[in-house]
């Protein structure tokens, strides 16, 4: 009997043994599963959290970049509009200079509004180009007159009548007298063709420039000249150097400017120089 019952027993905690073996392998395995979902979530979260902030800082900066952008971009505005004054200034002065200069055909030509650009409004940057573009029409046409003084030196003699330094009679002087430092240089004072150079009994060693709009312009008393009949001269380009050549009394250069033919007073043309370099610095 004891045999019989001691085997049952065996049997039953044979039986009961494994599960409850299992169980708490099981508990360990699951909770540690647990354990490592909650890790990861509370990782991912953290991850969010900061990536959360990360997004907010970025869209800080954003806002900060933009009112920095739209800061710059009035800046630019109002600059280019100061800009765009002191152009429609310098345009309505070289008008006026122009005028003096009885170039008033050009201005009207030149200023009026090309086809197709019309329109009520112009952006600033619109206003801008044109005006610049105008500008450049003007300065293109001020390079084919005559201005400013051919050389360095201080004028000794003006246009108009005066006493004659040979005869001491009263006699007209066609152009002006510039008392300068001997082989100081003489530069065209306009774009134009050298249509006539040489000796002349009065003028001495001279150079004669013919150039658009009806100027001519006449350069004597030079010690030498170094272009030739023909040659194309820009303005400012040296043609030649101040001598005694000619009737002359020390060195110098007499200057004349001829409109259509006609000489006149050249001191127009030397102060409106001063200004158009005023203008264009
Ligand atoms: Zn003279």
Not at 64 to 70: A, G, P, R, V, Y
């Amino acid at each position: 009997m004891r045999t019989e019952s001691s085997s049952v027993s065996t049997e039953r905690g044979k039986l009961f043994s494994w599960p409850w073996l299992l169980f708490p392998v099981v508990t360990a395995f699951l909770t540690a599963v647990v354990i490592i979902l909650l890790w990861h979530n509370y990782q991912l979260n953290k991850k969010i959290v900061s990536l959360e902030q990360q997004i907010i800082a970025l869209e800080l900066r954003e806002r900060e970049l933009q009112s920095q952008i739209d800061q710059l971009e009035k800046e630019k505005q109002e600059l280019l509009q100061n800009a765009v004054g002191l152009l429609r200034q310098k345009s309505t002065l070289m008008r006026k200079l122009m005028r003096e200069l009885g170039l008033s055909r050009y201005v009207r030509r030149l200023g009026k509004v090309t086809k197709g650009q019309g329109g009520p409004y112009l952006a600033p940057t619109e206003q801008y180009k044109l005006l610049l573009e105008r500008m450049d029409k003007y300065l293109k046409v001020m390079k084919h007159v005559p201005l400013g003084k051919p050389c360095r030196g201080y004028i000794s003699s003006y246009y108009g009548f005066r006493k004659d330094p040979f005869t001491k009679k009263r006699a007209f002087h066609a152009g002006i007298d510039i008392v300068g430092p001997y082989g100081e240089p003489v530069r065209a004072t306009a774009d134009g063709i050298v249509y006539r150079l040489g000796y002349q009994r009065g003028l001495g060693r001279y150079v004669k420039i013919r150039h658009k709009h009806g100027y001519i312009t006449v350069y004597g008393h030079l010690c030498k000249y170094i272009v030739r009949r023909g040659e194309r001269v820009k303005q400012g380009q040296i043609i030649g150097y101040l001598g005694n050549t000619g009737r002359s009394t020390g060195p110098h250069v007499h200057y004349e400017i001829r409109y259509w033919g006609r000489p006149i007073n050249p001191l127009k043309y030397i102060r409106a120089g001063r200004k158009l370099a005023h203008l264009t610095q």
